[in-house]
Structure formats: structure tokens, C-alpha cells
């Protein structure tokens, strides 16, 4: 009877040492991910709660816009400012009609 030497218990010790590193590595590429990912996710979280900053003070200056026009455009503002720049009412209008109708032909 012959004797073969066990060759198998030597090369799975090689075998599990690939696995152990292969996993640890695996594992270390999830956490940067992972890490990679909050950080982002923070870093938006900063860029959009200032957008609703901007967003509340441009809506602020609308609101501010909206009534200064309100008041330029009132009536009372718009006599005070025909009395102040002396215009006069304009009793008689004359309406310009088109009597001759002129369009160029080319011959």
C-alpha cells in the first residue's frame, strides 16, 4: 500500500487566508462607502437648508415689492403726483381716424 502525502491540508489554510483578506478588504471598501455616502447626504442637507434661507428672504423682498407697487399705483398718490408735476386735465380730446388709406404697390 502506497502513501500519499496530504497535500489538501495545505492549501486550505492558503485558501482561507485569501477569503479572510478578500472579506477584510470588501469590508473596508463598505465602510469608506458608507461613509462616503452620509458625508454627502450631510453635505446636501447643508445646501438645501440654505436655498430655504434663500427662498424665505426672496419671498420676503416679494411681499416688501408687491405692496410698494400697491402703494406707487394707488389713486390717491397718482393725483398727488399730477398736482405735483403740474399736469392739467385735457378737456377736449380728438380722436384720429384714418381717412386716407396709402399702401406703396411695386410695379
Known amino acids: 500500500m502506497l502513501c500519499r502525502p496530504n497535500n489538501k491540508n495545505k492549501n486550505y489554510p492558503n485558501i482561507s487566508i485569501f477569503y479572510r483578506i478578500l472579506l477584510f478588504i470588501a469590508l473596508i471598501f463598505v465602510g469608506l462607502a458608507y461613509v462616503w455616502q452620509i458625508s454627502q447626504v450631510s453635505t446636501q442637507g447643508y ?21 410698494e407697487a400697491a402703494q406707487l399705483s394707488s389713486l390717491p398718490r397718482i393725483n398727488n403726483e ?17 381717412v386716407l388709406e396709402v399702401v406703396a404697390r411695386n410695379k
Open 47 to 67: 445646501y438645501l437648508k440654505d436655498l430655504e434661507k434663500q427662498i424665505s428672504i426672496l419671498e420676503k423682498q416679494n411681499e416688501k415689492y408687491s405692496l
Open 82 to 98: 399730477i398736482i405735483r408735476l403740474g399736469l392739467v386735465k385735457n378737456d377736449k380730446i380728438v380722436y384720429l381716424t384714418d
